[in-house]
């Protein structure tokens, strides 16, 4: 499978941006894609991620600023942006988890969820694209 995303940009405090992870050579209903970031001088950091049965999970940074959806037909997942920050500024990667003969399932917060902000549990990456906030 190869992802790659596109959409990053330059833009200031408050605007938005909407992030693709276009997915190809593969069944896009057998992963789970997952969303990361790295700043400069920092690790690699789980943003949002989503599965086929549409569940979604986001660090506590990001909710109620950032959503994540699929389009199925086009194989592209979409990362909304609103409201962003300079902390947001990073290279964003998306990440595949699959193919899956299997549904894990992970714990956060109490809950349980079908997909996970861990870079270990995903085997494709793509190139990243660029996101700037400025002050």
């Known amino acids: 499978v190869q992802l790659v995303e596109s959409g990053g940009g330059l833009v200031q405090t408050g605007d938005s941006l909407r992030l693709s992870c276009d997915v190809s050579?593969?069944?896009?209903?057998?992963?789970?894609i997952g969303w990361f970031r790295q700043a400069p001088g920092k690790e690699r950091e789980g943003v949002s991620c989503?599965?086929?049965?549409?569940?979604?999970y986001y660090i506590d940074s990001v909710k109620g600023r950032f959503t994540i959806s699929s389009d199925i037909a086009k194989n592209t997942v979409y990362l909304q942006m609103n409201s962003l920050k300079p902390e947001d500024t990073a290279v964003y990667y998306c990440?595949?988890?699959?193919?899956?003969?299997?549904?894990?399932?992970?714990?956060?917060?109490?809950?349980?969820?079908?997909?996970?902000?861990?870079?270990?549990?995903?085997?494709?990456w793509g190139q990243g694209t660029q996101v700037t906030v400025s002050s």
């Open positions: 989503i599965s086929s049965d549409e569940t979604k």
């Open positions: 050579g593969s069944t896009f209903a057998d992963y789970a």
């Open positions: 990440a595949a988890d699959g193919p899956r003969l299997r549904t894990p399932r992970y714990m956060y917060g109490g809950a349980v969820y079908t997909c996970s902000l861990t870079a270990s549990e995903y085997q494709h």
